[in-house]
């Protein structure tokens, strides 16, 4: 028994471990220089992008002061949080292995363990140093180039890339506690290591959609059932929930048609909109809701609400603003790339304040061809 058990805590880090390796697989794969960092800085990896640009192997990289490369004077211009740590977007110029400084918008994602503590840090950059020129010589254009295409690209893939990571991780470390009990709980350690591919496939095809943009591909349109989608997004929550006090529910409509849409695409609006809720009832525990429905209009309708404190006043007609936020570690590019998916696939999004009790959003898709509902307690 013991050797079985040990057996199997082996495969369970084996599996983490290859399932880290494919995470840098697809970093390397990244149009944009990325890099991991450590709790004080001290660099982890970084991909062939940023090595590239500063002409290192990783270990010389890793050896290097992170700030060192930075054009004097440009850091003490960046307001730095009250521990010390990076604000989570700056622009300051860095200097290549050519000896010239180049223009960076560089935005960085913590990383924080179940108690909120930092224990890492997913930085990403862009090279807007033609940008930078441009607005020289067409101030009267600096404002409108802030929300240039590739700065909301650089926001668009951080945020979307480090959400399925976030969860990796948290699946990771449930794994390697559930293997470290006496004896070691292999068949939740199992469960956790699925989850830990799944969400690690999710991250690669998201970096798969993002790329294709700069070819101009067309969305992978496929008949999907949403109420299998959304289930497999609530199924994927599960442990981030249960580390926090709250219950995932979802009611689901039978019989419900389906529609035609890019399902990725469609993880990603879900992952977004419960994110959201979770975070908003972090610390008090409440309810997350999936429904899902056809409208008036013949259109299936998912809503997703949490019982969290709602929006803060006059916050919800600002919502789907690129950069807007109300969190203070939030991007401004969730909801906003949400609703230019959702649109994208000629549906709608919107949002209902609860007024202090809780949050509702809702979008909508076209369904291709109906009705009792059932209720599952996916927790």
């Keep these: 028994m013991l050797i079985l058990h040990m057996t199997e805590q082996k495969r369970a880090e084996q599996m983490i471990l290859e399932h880290e390796m494919k995470l840098r697989q697809i970093l390397d794969f990244m149009p944009l220089c990325a890099a991991i960092l450590g709790p004080s800085e001290e660099g982890i990896y970084a991909n062939r992008a940023l090595l590239e640009f500063f002409g290192l192997r990783l270990e010389e990289w890793k050896n290097q002061e992170p700030r060192a490369r930075f054009y004097p004077g440009d850091l003490e211009q960046i307001q730095w949080g009250p521990d010390g740590g990076p604000p989570d977007q700056y ?117 798969n959609r993002l790329r294709s943009l700069y070819k101009k591909a067309p969305l992978d349109l496929e008949l999907l059932s949403i109420n299998e989608v959304i289930a497999e997004m609530a199924r994927m929550m599960g442990d981030k929930a249960r580390e926090h006090g709250i219950l995932i529910r979802t009611y689901l409509t039978d019989k419900l048609p389906k529609t035609v849409a890019d399902r990725v695409q469609l993880q990603q609006v879900l992952m977004n909109l419960m994110l959201n809720g979770l975070e908003a009832m972090e610390g008090t525990g409440g309810v997350l809701t999936a429904k899902s429905r056809l409208d008036e209009d013949g259109d299936i309708q998912i809503s997703i609400h949490d019982t969290g404190p709602g929006l803060p006043l006059g916050s919800a007609s600002r919502i789907f603003d690129p950069f807007f936020t109300t969190k203070p570690q939030g991007s401004g590019m969730g909801l906003a790339i949400s609703k230019s998916i959702v649109e994208s696939q000629d549906g709608k999004i919107w949002v209902d304040d609860g007024g202090g009790r809780g949050t509702t959003f809702h979008f909508t898709l076209p369904a291709v061809r109906t009705e009792s509902t059932r209720t599952i307690n996916v927790l």
Excluded: C
């Design 91 to 207: 622009q300051a110029r860095i200097l290549r292995q050519d000896g010239k400084y180049r223009w960076f918008l560089v935005r960085n994602n913590a990383l924080r363990d179940d108690k909120g503590q930092i224990i890492g840090w997913f930085v990403f950059g862009s090279d807007i140093e033609d940008r930078k020129q441009y607005e020289q010589l067409h101030p009267e254009l600096t404002h409108a180039s802030r929300v240039s295409t590739m700065g909301e690209m650089v926001a668009s893939i951080t945020h979307e890339l480090a959400q399925p990571i976030q969860i990796t991780t948290a699946h990771a470390k449930a794994s390697l506690r559930w293997l470290q009990h006496d004896p070691p709980d292999v068949n939740e350690a199992r469960k956790g290591t699925e989850k830990i591919i799944e969400a690690g496939a999710l991250a690669s095809e998201i970096i």
